[in-house]
């Protein structure tokens, strides 16, 4: 099946559309972008600067992406937006490139981003992501695999949030929020495990059994964060989600969301 473009979408000729792309009627294509096989462009979206979107994604319509970032530094530099495979970008979304020279804003694969979604600059989404409509994210904020960010969330410029967790509608999350837990709030504290989430990714009871383990000597014990750590790292098996919550610990520089007391594990 050949490339189809409305006779009412403008794109440059020195753009980079692959096999089975469709672009939307008054969608506007810019001559740095490459579009990979089985996307569809819905009606009034703008693409330009360097974007490269994957296969088989499907963008809605009014999405922006590509455009200048909200940085009163910008330079005006070239910088790039980077998606994958199989993403569902709904309704009026934005996605803006990089601040820095040569920098960029990416996103994974099979995320789903719901209408007026925003992506700010030098974020990374990684893959199967789910953010709710308007859920916003500042500059420079990671947001790890299977993370979902509920409707009308604000996350926090350098934000971290660990995989397989879940942010509550509306919340404001200025600080970490760790991999496998709940978050919620404003600002956002730990609500406990993100159970539901963890048996709908086939995590075994073990590995649960583990984490809920992991979680009461972090953030129920007496102990401080670094006693804490190295308490998990001397009594428990150290399975890779372990590993992976202890290092991201570690690594915070933002510090990261405690519990809210009283919540049922």
């Known amino acids: 099946m050949s490339t189809f473009v409305h006779p009412t979408a403008l794109v440059d000729p020195k753009s980079d559309l692959d096999d089975e792309v469709k672009v939307g ?22 693409i330009e600067g360097w974007t490269r979107i ?20 910008f330079e005006g530099k070239r910088s790039f937006v980077e998606i994958g495979d199989g993403n569902l970008i709904r309704e009026y979304t934005t996605i803006h490139r990089g601040s820095k020279a040569e920098s960029v804003t990416r996103i994974g694969n099979e995320t789903f981003l719901m209408a007026y979604s925003h992506i700010a600059h030098n974020c990374i989404v990684e893959d199967e992501v789910v953010i709710a409509n308007m859920g916003t994210l500042a500059g420079y904020v990671t947001l790890e695999k299977r993370v979902m960010i509920g409707g009308l969330s604000a996350i926090h410029q350098y934000v971290k949030v660990g995989a397989y967790s879940i942010v509550g509608g509306c919340s404001k999350v200025v ?61 428990l098996e150290l399975i890779p989600e372990i590993r992976h919550l202890c290092q991201f610990i570690k690594n915070s520089e933002r510090g990261i969301c405690k519990e809210k007391r009283n919540v049922a594990l």
């Open 175 to 235: 600080k970490d929020v760790p991999p496998y837990t709940r978050a919620d709030g404003h600002p956002a504290t730990l609500w406990g495990l993100n159970t539901v989430g963890l048996r709908r990714a086939n995590f075994s009871p073990q590995k649960r059994q583990l984490l809920k383990r992991a979680y009461r000597i972090l953030f129920r014990s007496d102990l401080n964060t670094s006693q804490a750590i190295s308490e998990i790292e001397n009594e």
């Open 54 to 73: 994957g296969k088989r994604c499907t963008i809605g319509k009014g999405v922006v992406i590509g455009t200048l970032p909200q940085d009163t530094s």
């Open 25 to 46: 009627p008054y969608s506007i294509i810019g001559g740095q972008v490459k579009i990979g096989k089985g996307t569809i462009i819905g009606p009034q979206a703008l």
